[in-house]
């Protein structure tokens, strides 16, 4: 059983930092992608970013230069440094880690809020 518990919402005001982190545990596979997508209101889910276990990274365009993705892999931890947040940034950001070995295997936490006021 693999489980994922997130950390770092909150409220912040536009132009502040926000730091999200997500610890994986149970039996995960070594080769694996973790990464943070969100759900503004009313809008479908789309990927922030994302980072391989070999360090390959994926940003959303609306977040490079202000976001950064990194991970501990010794701990199966993903962080999320956020900075010059913007009211659009508001939204239920989740943890995923997947990977494939035969199947795919697709995990989410149970997501955090992050709102930014303006």
């Known amino acids: 059983q693999v489980q994922l518990v997130e950390s770092g919402g909150g409220l912040v005001q536009a132009g502040g930092s926000l730091r999200l982190s997500c610890a994986a545990s149970g039996s995960i596979f070594s080769i694996n992608t973790m990464g943070w997508y969100r759900q503004p209101p009313g809008k479908q889910r789309e990927l922030v970013a994302s980072r391989t276990s070999g360090g390959g990274t994926n940003y959303a365009d609306s977040v490079k230069g202000r976001f950064t993705i990194s991970r501990d892999n010794a701990k199966n931890t993903v962080y999320l440094q956020m900075n010059s947040l913007k009211p659009e940034d508001t939204a239920v950001y989740s943890c995923?880690?997947?990977?494939?070995?035969?199947?795919?295997?697709?995990?989410w936490g149970q997501g955090t809020q992050v709102t930014v006021s303006s």
């Open positions: 995923n880690l997947r990977w494939e070995w035969g199947a795919l295997r697709d995990y």
